[in-house]
T-cell receptor, first 114, second 113 residues
């Protein structure tokens, strides 16, 4: 069975700092990859997704992620965070044949101090 | 366009009580699913459906039943609630196809005493 690991459970940083959240998955075949964000008290929203093509994917709100197939990784980055980026971030993967039945990582809580 | 609607938003139950969490979507999505969210464990798939009349188990199905009599609705039933089922429950729907993202409801926070 596939699994997803997010290395950091909690990240605290100041506004304007750079953010990188790690995500590694275990699955030998082709996968679709997603990052979702959950702002306090809200539901999950799609931040960005990768299916094929350019491994550097740009999402909403200045986020980007890089798919490195050889490392089974899909790390999320943002060059300069804002207080409004305080949220929990989830990496998720699915084999295309699974109809997007997602396997989620454990999540990373990010706190941006003003 | 309401998207995915979950009711109730909050519920407290006693051990052994039964309960149905409601989920409805108005986007004519073929696929629907239920997840539970627990601290440090991300979202875990409980049950999912690829269309009306078709359901299947996810990662953590025990203690939960589902049915999909219409495309729009996908209720989750707890027949005999247990404290281990205290969690936040999210319903999601998405269009069939390998590159379609899931749309999530606002969640139901359930506490079992």
């Amino acid at each position: 069975a596939q699994s997803v690991s997010q290395h950091n459970h909690h990240v605290i940083l100041s506004e304007a700092a750079s953010l990188e959240l790690g995500c590694n998955y275990s699955y030998g075949g082709t996968v679709n990859l997603f990052w979702y964000v959950q702002y306090p008290g809200q539901h999950l929203q799609l931040l960005l997704k990768y299916f094929s093509g350019d491994p550097l994917v740009k999402g909403i709100k200045g986020f980007e992620a890089e798919f490195i197939k050889s490392k089974f990784s899909f790390n999320l980055r943002k060059p300069s965070v804002q207080w409004s980026d305080t949220a929990e971030y989830f990496c998720a993967v699915t084999p295309p044949a699974a109809g997007n039945k997602l396997t989620f990582g454990g999540g990373t809580r990010v706190l941006v101090k003003p | 366009n309401a998207g995915v609607t979950q009711t109730p938003k909050f519920q407290v139950l006693k051990t052994g009580q039964s309960m149905t969490l409601q989920c409805a979507q108005d986007m004519n999505h073929e696929y629907m699913s239920w997840y539970r969210q627990d601290p440090g464990m991300g979202l875990r798939l409980i049950h999912y459906s690829v269309g009306a009349g078709i359901t299947d188990q996810g990662e953590v199905p025990n203690g939960y039943n589902v049915s999909r009599s219409t495309t729009e609705d996908f209720p989750l039933r707890l027949l005999s609630a247990a404290p281990s089922q205290t969690s936040v429950y999210f319903c999601a729907s998405w269009r069939a196809g390998s590159n379609q993202p899931q749309h999530f409801g606002d969640g139901t926070r359930l506490s079992i005493l």
